[in-house]
């Protein structure tokens, strides 16, 4: 396609001279990929006057002279709507912006001064930063790759609390056979029970949900790409067997649909757009997983390992192989930390690492730099101290979403992962907060300048 | 691109032995596009039992034995909701369907007996008759690949009555140079006001609207590729030097803009689609325009005479030399004919045929087989005769949509175009009902099966 040719060597030109740097933003939803991309954008506008980012070392240095929104290059990509996020943190009383769906993006100019003047182009110098927020559930679909439709029906799981979740498509599905013919409008039927499983299955709480385009579908809505489901009860069966049933059957339909799927859903994602990121920051909720309990936990933790195959770069991983990215930083950031005590932020980061061990192994065996932190893009509590049975205890102080004052203290993060014992205590009760009235200048947040440092820092020296 | 390859060398096989065709249906929105799909599919499906289609011959010969659903081709291509159609129809009261959005697509497997059975295949046929359904907007956007941004600005007109639907656009963008540099937000809105005058413009009745995907973006919504609009004031300058402006310029942003969706939105439909269809029908809601007075009938006209384009397959038309076409069949029907008496109904398509006279004549000119015809999909009214002064007089008895029973006559379509003294005398007052109870067998009609007769009668003998 002549416009990726030209667009790749436009921008290997501007990459190669260090100006063009292209950072994704992702996180399972409701992980606070708005917020962050909302309050990066706000921090670095008003770099260099109201904004504190103190762990910024160029915006510390006062080289860091500000920032402003340019025409994006993909022309077909929806932009970010800062616009309208920011609307909404200034609304009375302040309201947390609307989420995004799908991918967006937004490019900002970027004006400092290095820390040595070179010989050419003066004192001051551009970072063209390219943003882009994606949802976490598109990277859910990449280990859907690895699988023809029949490995992909064994490996489906319905136990626990999802059997309840999934019971009317169970139903349904109970009684079919592989090398029945099944009508398209009955199909379709069962495909959205199976569909309405996953959106139940979300709304309750859970993420570890396949396949991912099923909880967005956009413009593809009614089309039978989107309309297949996991076989049940295929363990027993023979593979050649299923290979050999009529195109008409319902396994070769559904397999067929699948493969559509892989092919013309998942793929044209990380080819188009994956593979051309520079550098990535994946947000966890895992306060919010804390609060739902340990089956939800678990659940996170299961999802978290899928999400991050996409950032294995090993040599023999899936994602090497098909697609040749070249993420060269990574960040991993629990977010909303302002919804506990300050000195608990460093038992939160501790939690996010462990919660991620395995997969943070991989990446460092696999060479990709990564880092983990805790942070609160947009700070929606102050900090206070209160007397508690004659001594000083931490406490925060902020509006609930119902707009009730609130003090109080929601409770210590475990260090590591919660076992029993911790889930038998219920020593967490998380609050949701409405954001600060802003007073003008930059948005308060917790660490987005640690963030922006390991994320930008090196390119505005 | 392997897919289409495939596809196009299966389709090319299918189509030799006469055994597959691709249908279209469009017309602008609220022509009635949804009935007419819905019916036709419900007719076929009843056809050799309930259906009545004597004006088909192999229905009145009994040699059409029915037709089922089968899986279409194009996965990703959204499928046509004729069940929630039809349960729409089956609600008490009946409703008439939600409109379709975008393209959709139907798969009918029909089977047959030949006038004369071969020496092969035995004594029944099949024939696959593929239907998609798109909006006829997207056809207003042909002509738009024969401008350049600059002579696209200079064919807009805001006078009459779009004005003042366009005024809170034309007072934003009054004072703009097109040299002049303005800020990404900034843009979007005013872009935003000219989508806003668009959408009031379909309201009120307009249907000449471009750029088409404005009023319906889709998961394109917020990208820049649909946040261009017309530069007022560019009749006095010189091509030449809007040409040297540089590219953060107004006029050299939003010239780029109206490329890409020249390139990325306008092309992609001819060449994945359009190109691909063997048979098309445009719908037209003739009656309603009537109703709407001459400044919409008018723009009505317009509309069509550039949505007709779209099928001047004349060897030197910009649609030969872009997408080499290949439609050999065309039919062009006013629909609702049941909202008038039925002597009246030669006239609607006496009406029909003037007002597209010009496109017709090059139509025939292009040796394009092309019919037109008026028809009711779902027939909606019972005509009746009442005395009225003495005289014998028809009229129509229906269930308006706000649920009362009437018995009128709405009025004489004129033959020709309508000129002043017809406008001047109100002569027709079109209600709209809403459909008749169906009471089992399939929906009622009119000359929906001599529709079906000429886009696909020759196939079925």
Redesign the interface.
Known sequence: MP?DLTRDFHDLLERGRDRQLRLAVTGLSRAGKTAFLTSLVDQLRHAGLEARLDLLPAAREGRLLGAR????QD?????F???RALAALDDSPPRWPEPTR?I?ELRLSIRYRPRRPGWVGGDTRRLTLDLFDYPGEWLLDLPLLEHDFASWCRAQRFDGERAMLFADWQREVADLEPAQEV???RL?EIAERYAEGLRAAREAGFSDLQPGRFLLP????????LQFFPLPGLDAADPADLERLPP?SLYA?LA??FR?YQ??IVKPFYREHFRRFDRQIVLVDVLGALNAGPERFEDLSRALSRLMQSFDYGRRSLLSRLFAPRIDRLAIAATKADHVTPEQHARLTGLLEALLAEPLKDLRFADVPVRALSLASIRATEPREVDHRGKRQPALRGTTLEGEEALLFPGEVPERLPDADFWGRQGFAFTAFRPLPRDGGALPHIRLDAALDWLIGDKLT
Not at 75 to 79: D, K
Not at 218 to 225: C, D, F, I, T
């Open positions: 416009r929104r340019v025409e994006q022309l077909g990509v929806p932009r709507p800062f616009d799908g967006s009508e398209e409008s379709a956009g413009e593809l809505a009614g089309a039978p790409v008409e339909t067929r649909r559509h092919q013309y």
